[in-house]
């Protein structure tokens, strides 16, 4: 268990649909990042949050988009959502920079999306 | 553009033997990391290597970084089943990390 939490594990919705991911990081983690993971695509890295602020962005969709809260839990928002955005997407979290971090993200569970 | 490639792809192997993957990638970076991936899972930290010729060793596995090559290993001595799982290596800083395809290894009997 990598400490950390993500809700829900499962969602299946409808095209056009919006739906919203939660991850709650690791205890004292202040970087929060999401990926999708997809067997056409791959692992992609899609957003990246830290201690409350936007700092990288990856492939991530227009349709797509994130925040994290002053509690450091993050919310990844999506919607118009298509067939092609079924896929099981991994919230990570590392320790803040600097004072010997390695920056290793951790992964949590997952929440796999299904669109039906 | 950092590109991160692994091959093989896919590895089938008989418990007992040795074998390595490798993991080229296409840019200068800071680090490189090794994770683990079981079917439907999460991913599980593995290896960070954080400078030319680090090595890093746990069990059955052992990693290895050459920068001027832009090359990790991640060697397998004496495969057992419970080794089997998708192995990634993942290049990146503090900001995002690019995986690598993943090798999908299989260990049997």
């Known amino acids: 268990d990598s400490g950390v939490t993500q809700t829900p594990k499962h969602l299946i919705t409808a095209t056009g649909q919006r739906v919203t991911l939660r991850c709650s990081p690791r205890?004292?983690?202040?970087?929060v990042y999401w990926y999708q993971q997809s067997l056409d695509q791959g692992l992609q890295f899609l957003i990246q949050y830290y201690n409350g602020e936007e700092r990288a962005k990856g492939n991530i969709l227009e349709r797509f988009s994130a925040q994290q809260f002053p509690d450091l839990h993050s919310e990844l928002n999506l919607s118009s959502l298509e067939l092609g955005d079924s896929a099981l997407y991994f919230c990570a979290s590392s320790a803040p920079f600097g004072g010997g971090s390695t920056d290793t993200q951790y992964f949590g569970p997952g929440t796999r999306l299904t669109v039906l | 553009e950092l590109k991160v490639e692994q091959n093989p792809l896919f590895l089938s192997m008989q418990e007992g033997k040795n074998y390595t993957i490798y993991c080229n990638y296409s840019?200068?970076?800071?680090?490189l990391y090794w994770y683990r991936q079981d079917p439907g899972k999460s991913l599980e930290s593995l290896f960070v290597l954080l400078s030319n010729g680090a090595v890093k060793q746990e069990g059955r596995l052992m990693a290895s970084l050459d920068t001027k090559a832009r090359l990790s290993t991640l060697h397998i001595t004496a495969a057992v089943h419970d080794l089997s799982a998708t192995y990634f290596c993942?290049?990146?800083?503090?900001?995002?990390?690019?995986f690598g395809t993943g090798t999908r290894l299989q260990v049997f009997p």
């Open positions: 993942a290049v990146g800083g503090i900001d995002k990390l690019i």
């Open positions: 840019t200068t970076s800071d680090r």
């Open positions: 205890s004292g983690d202040l970087s």
